[in-house]
Each structure stands twice: as C-alpha cells, then as structure tokens.
C-alpha cells in the first residue's frame, strides 16, 4: 500500500525558511516521479516543483531560486527546502507520486498517489 506523509510545515514570517518532508512507503521509490503541490484558500492546486525518475527537476517559475526540491533514496523521503518565504507561498503543501514519468502527469496534476498535505502559513 503506497503511503506518502508529510511533515514539516508551520507558521514563519516572510523571509523565513522551512523544509518540507514526505516519506514515501510501499512502492519502488526509485521508480517513480515525485513532485510537490500547493493549494492556497480559494485558488486552484499547483504544483511547485518535482523530481523526475531519471533525477532531473524542475520548479514552478514562482519558486524558482527560492525552492529546492531533493530526495534521500536511502530514507525514501523526498524535501522540499522553502527560502526567502513570501506570504502568497501560504498554502496547504502535498506531496504526490507516480510511476510515469512526470511530464504530463505532473502538469496536469493527475498524479496517482497523494499525501494528506501540511500547511504552511507565512505572515508579513
């Protein structure tokens, strides 16, 4: 059974910085793109950044050089590193996973396995 939790998220005030966890169980970690999303109260989910499973990422153009998206294979946990926080980086954050590739997938949001999210709330 394929089981993603994160862990991590908080209340910091903009220009802080948080590291968001997500251990990953039940499947061949490796084998598997892995990205994070955020929702903020009232807008649509999006994603933020993600690791495909030849180990190239790519980041949302919001994030970009703030963010940084890695993994521990060994721990099968997969971080998201949040620097220079802004408060519209408030949301509820999810880690998800698929077996495809991430591409499409990922860009259309249709990625199989989802975590329950964390919540990162930062204030001006």
């Known amino acids: 059974q394929v089981q993603l939790v994160e862990s991590g998220g908080g209340s910091v005030q903009a220009g802080g910085s948080l590291r968001l966890s997500c251990a990953a169980s039940?499947?061949?970690?490796?084998?598997?793109?892995m990205g994070w999303f955020r929702q903020a109260p009232g807008k649509e989910r999006e994603g933020v950044a993600y690791i495909d499973k030849d180990g190239s990422t790519a980041y949302a153009d919001s994030v970009k050089g703030r963010f940084t998206i890695s993994q521990d294979n060994a721990k099968n946990t997969l971080y998201l590193q949040m620097n220079s926080l802004k408060p519209e980086d408030t949301a509820m954050y999810y880690c998800?996973?698929?077996?495809?590739?991430?591409?499409?997938?990922?860009?259309?949001?249709?990625?199989?396995?989802w975590g329950k999210g964390t919540l990162v709330t930062i204030s001006s």
């Open positions: 039940g499947f061949t970690y490796l084998r598997y793109c």
């Open positions: 998800a996973a698929d077996w495809r590739y991430c591409g499409g997938t990922y860009s259309k949001g249709n990625m199989a396995y």
